[in-house]
């Protein structure tokens, strides 16, 4: 079955940076889209961007864009999150996730929150101040 495992997290310092990763198995990982979600305490889930199976394109929210980059390593079946330039708002769970609505039709660029149905069990990420 799918299985997403994500690691890395940590505590850091404003300013600081973590590299997140994801190790994939169960589904053909090198041709699914993959992303990252976030959910902070008392917070709705933000989609933080994600990266294209076909050519490797990336997408970020605004609110992570020039901090954040998403890479994969498709012989390792693993994706990961670089984050740069922490600021405390960046303190959730991180979560990585595999497109699903294609299954169904979805082809949209870029995909939105609700285009990934399969996630890990998150990892967290707290940046103090």
């Known amino acids: 079955q799918v299985q997403l495992v994500e690691s890395g997290g940590g505590l850091v310092q404003a300013g600081g940076s973590l590299r997140l990763s994801c190790a994939a198995s169960?589904?053909?990982?090198?041709?699914?889209?993959m992303g990252w979600i976030r959910q902070a305490p008392g917070k709705e889930r933000e989609f933080v961007g994600a990266?294209?199976?076909?050519?490797?394109?990336?997408y970020y929210a605004d609110s992570v864009k020039a901090r954040f980059a998403i890479s994969r390593d498709n012989a390792e079946n693993t994706v990961y999150l670089q984050m740069n330039s922490l600021k405390p708002e960046d303190t959730a769970v991180y979560y990585c996730?595999?497109?699903?609505?294609?299954?169904?039709?979805?082809?949209?660029?870029?995909?939105?929150?609700?285009?990934?149905?399969?996630w890990g069990q998150g990892t967290q990420v707290t940046v103090s101040s």
């Open positions: 990266i294209r199976w076909t050519d490797g394109r990336t």
């Open positions: 169960g589904f053909t990982f090198s041709r699914s889209d």
């Open positions: 996730a595999r497109r699903t609505d294609v299954l169904y039709g979805g082809n949209r660029w870029p995909p939105e929150l609700e285009s990934f149905g399969s």
